[in-house]
Nanobody, 123 residues
């Protein structure tokens, strides 16, 4: 069993940067592909990025490529999502997730989810 806890979400202004954290407990994160999703009310959960446990490669959605960086800290068993040049349309609840698959293709491919952290981008 893996427990995931996101943190770092807050109110920021357009153009700001933000780093979200996902602290894991229960298992070693090196065994899992870590992903980040976001969701706004009334919409489906949107894929942002994942970093494969198998080869360490990162994959990004077109909507955030070039503005987001996913990383992992194995010492602290934590995953991160660095977001730059934030826009109002980035406002959402952000979730991290862990998958035993090397390349999970959708939310159903993840085994564990955090509770989410709210990011609001507004002037």
């Amino acid at each position: 069993q893996v427990q995931l806890v996101e943190s770092g979400g807050r109110l920021v202004q357009p153009g700001d940067s933000l780093r979200l954290s996902c602290a894991a407990s229960g298992r070693d994160l090196r065994l899992y592909t870590m992903g980040w999703y976001r969701q706004v009310p009334g919409k489906e959960r949107e894929f942002l990025a994942y970093k494969s446990y198998r080869d360490g490669r990162a994959y990004y959605a077109n909507s955030v490529r070039g503005r987001c960086t996913i990383s992992r800290d194995y010492v602290n068993n934590t995953a991160y999502l660095q977001m730059d040049s934030l826009r109002p349309e980035d406002t959402a609840v952000y979730y991290c997730a862990a998958s035993g698959r090397s390349r999970p293709s959708d939310p159903s491919g993840y085994d564990y989810w955090g509770q989410g952290t709210q990011v609001t981008v507004s002037s």
